[in-house]
């Protein structure tokens, strides 16, 4: 059993290392570190809700990021070992097939991982930045006195926005989102040897995920679908995730309230969701033609 | 054989947990975003369109709603306010728990758009330009209690609204009806309770007022927490006593 784990181990490490020698990758990567840093300055274009404003484009930047380097990286995983030949290499040894795509899969997760947290880090740079200057305005307004009640409450709201524990949440969310399109990327990469495809059906499947939550509630709650679209949404929603899920993120980044118990529920959902389609995955690939 | 056997079993057992599964978390979602789980009829009118279409932005909500909201500023630099509304409408419907859409866009309506139509309009006669003002200060109100409607105990807009009957209609029972909401709600800022006395006086209702500011000046709770608004407090009922000593001595005696 523990030989088991070393060569996922083995297998995942040097996916990590392979994948953080590839040029697009560490590009993508550059491109995501600017623009969180960069979402400082997009702040200047508002008057207000500043905060707001660098959250939303500072977690877009991650996710945008996160989802790039999660298709194409996952995309290339299998392809490119049959390409490349390398994978006839590793499975003439004692590795089983499943055990190869488990560790392809955890090498890319922990790529989005370290990305995440990379990003997370100067994510939150930028967010102590601006409570320094939101704060040195409020002091400035007051020159030195004490502050007003109104200044007071504004000093309150600087400091609710900026250590918003909500904050964990919200990166928890997109990691967790991140590691399931990362999953479904994987899920195709077993069956097809074009990066293209693989790249195009994981975003089919992401964009019908966001939509299935609102067709079903209107096809088969309301009443207002044909039997046809019924079937065909069943039949979809068997597969597809609901990305709806993860959409509490917009809010908890605008400040709202959202209990720990939900956030455990849909990390518990992703965690089943990502067995079911890795199970899937390593069924396929065990019966694929090399 | 025994692959595909076992597919379709794990696909059928994950498909029947997955499905209930997901409504519980759908519903829970939808509580957290408009506050209750609502009714599909009444997402058809304010809020489905918004469902499918920030479902086709794929999950990027927020951010969209903050890119609305600059355009809105270039709209209101350049005083089309018909785009205001629109796009304030717009940013509402992606994200009805943020208060910063609903009252700003309210404020942009109410205040700006609604002033700017009687000062810069030409070719309008005065009467064209009232009737116009007039209607962006409903547009406003409309703003805010859709936003009351969707944000039922936040303070906030309560607040706002007393403000817009206040300064823009000089409605002042009304303005003090929403000040006493705004201070009953949690976290209110200590003023809009003093704000339902002031009102109440602006209205002509002294006697209600009189009873606000001493029904202020009893309560136990802010000598420790809000010292200033204590000392405001019995300042103000002090010139209150005066005031109602005043009205007193001017009312008609019957011999």
Redesign the interface.
Known sequence: MKQIYWRIYAIAKNTLIESLRQRVLLVLLLFGLVLTGASFYFTNFTFQEEFKFLKDIGSAAISVTGLLIAMIGAAQLIPAEIERRTIYTVLSKPVRRVEFLLGKYLGLLGLLTLMVALMSIIFGGVLWLKEVVEIQEIQMQSQGGELSEGQQRMLEQVYEQSRDLGMFQALLLIWLKLALVAGIAVLFSTMATSTVFIVFSTLVVYFIGHLQATAKEVWIQEGTGGVFEKFVLVLVSWFVPDFQAYSIIDEILAGTNVEWTYIFEITGYSIIYLLVILALGGLVFQEREL | MR?IL??IA??AV??WI??P??SS??S??KE??YGQDLP?SFKLRET?GQ??T??????????V??FL??SL?EAWEERQWTRVRTLADFAVTL?P??L?FWE?GAWHLAWNASVSVKKYAKDKSEARKDYESRQWIKAGIDMLERGIRVNPDRATLYHRMAELYWQRLEDYEKSAIYYRLASQKPYA???TDRFVGYALERAGKYGEAYQHWQELAAQSDFTERRP?HQKKVLEHLEKMKVKMAELESSEPKID
């Open positions: 692959s076992i597919t794990l696909l994950w498909g997955k499905h599964w997901e978390i759908s829970q979602r957290i975003i599909v489905v469902e499918l920030l479902a086709a932005l794929g999950g990027f909500r927020g951010l709603a903050t909201w600059i500023t994200q728990r943020v910063f700003n800022p200590s003023y200033r």
